[in-house]
């Protein structure tokens, strides 16, 4: 009893010793990471992560592969282990699990600044925790305050579907029954998928939506830029396009493209539709894709989507 007394005080004594932050867990939207921000710091609206009133203090929040972790992790479990610029690396302590963390001074021009940088694990992805203090921002927000924030870091399983959609740049209305609703990148793209990202997404049918470049100026250039854009998605290989027509979609010009190939680790074959939509400063790209066994009851699927993207506002 008298161990479990003295262990209490001091635990009592390190929560009161810990660096201020703000109270409670704050994902910024579109990211399954998040922490409790330091006092001074709130969500950021040009990135994912916090910055303070002047913005010169910026804490980014993302999400890397899921294999970034574990390469970290035993990179850094070597006795010798240092950072690619020299620097040994810490752990950390997290509601997710031990966090790797490193500590280096940099320039952000003309002006010194600390940096500080972790990773920790996800599960199905890696946790990225990045923060750059400036000189005269360190002596309020020190390192311990930095580490202590760090700490508070956790992650989520899912980001609500509705939080993901709000990010984009359109109106998603149909989501075509699809099991899972991924934003590759918050605000850039989003991933319709009936498989996730532990088994993969190629085994079963799946649609990409994003904006991508600016319209082409001549309808002529429509069909060039289409066959190279479909025949040049990441992961597709040996691609053969069967189709390649102009169309209109809910009244605006489109094209659409499709290809035979073979996606993803299984060398799956693939049946794969493109639809580029103009009409505004940016071609709208959807892209779904296929097992060619499944084809036939998932492009329906494919075109319910397509056809329920509206413009925002």
Not at 83 to 106: F, K
Not at 173 to 181: C, D, H, M, S
Not at 228 to 243: F, L, N, W
Not at 258 to 267: C, M
């Amino acid at each position: 009893m008298k161990y479990v007394r003295h262990l209490t005080v001091v635990v009592l004594l390190l929560v009161a010793m810990r660096p201020a932050a703000a109270a409670g867990v704050i994902y910024p939207p579109g990211v399954r990471v998040g922490l409790s921000p330091a006092v001074g710091l709130s969500l950021a609206k040009s990135f994912t992560g916090f910055q303070s009133d002047d913005k010169s203090v910026k804490v980014l929040v993302t999400e890397l592969p899921p294999s970034a972790y574990d390469e970290v992790k035993t990179a850094f479990s070597k006795p010798d282990a240092l950072g690619p610029t020299g620097i040994r690396p810490q752990t950390i302590e997290t509601a997710a699990g031990t966090a790797y963390y490193t500590v280096e001074v940099g320039k952000d021009g003309a002006n010194t600044v600390q940096r500080y940088s972790m990773i920790l694990p996800g599960g199905t992805f890696s946790g990225y925790v990045a923060a750059e203090i400036p000189a005269n921002a360190t002596k309020i927000l020190s390192e311990d305050v930095i580490r202590a924030m760090f700490a508070t870091a956790t992650v989520r399983k899912e980001v609500p579907v509705a939080e993901q959609l709000s990010l984009m740049p359109f109106n998603v209305t149909e989501l075509g029954n699809f099991k899972n609703v991924r934003t590759l990148a918050p605000g850039a793209a989003v991933i319709l998928a009936d498989g996730d990202e532990s088994t993969g997404f190629e085994p079963a049918p799946f649609m990409i939506i994003g904006l991508i470049g600016h319209t082409p100026p001549e309808p002529a250039d429509r069909t060039r830029i289409a066959q190279e854009a479909a025949t040049q998605i990441p992961g597709v290989r040996d691609a053969k396009v069967t189709v390649s027509e102009p169309i209109r979609v809910g009244g605006q010009p489109a094209y659409e493209t499709r290809i035979d190939a073979t996606s993803g680790k299984d060398n799956t074959s693939v049946t794969v539709v493109q639809w580029l939509l103009f009409g505004g400063a940016n071609m709208l790209r959807i892209v779904g894709s296929a097992p060619r066994d499944q084809w036939s009851s998932a492009f329906p699927r494919f075109r319910a989507v397509r056809d329920g993207i509206q413009p925002r506002g």
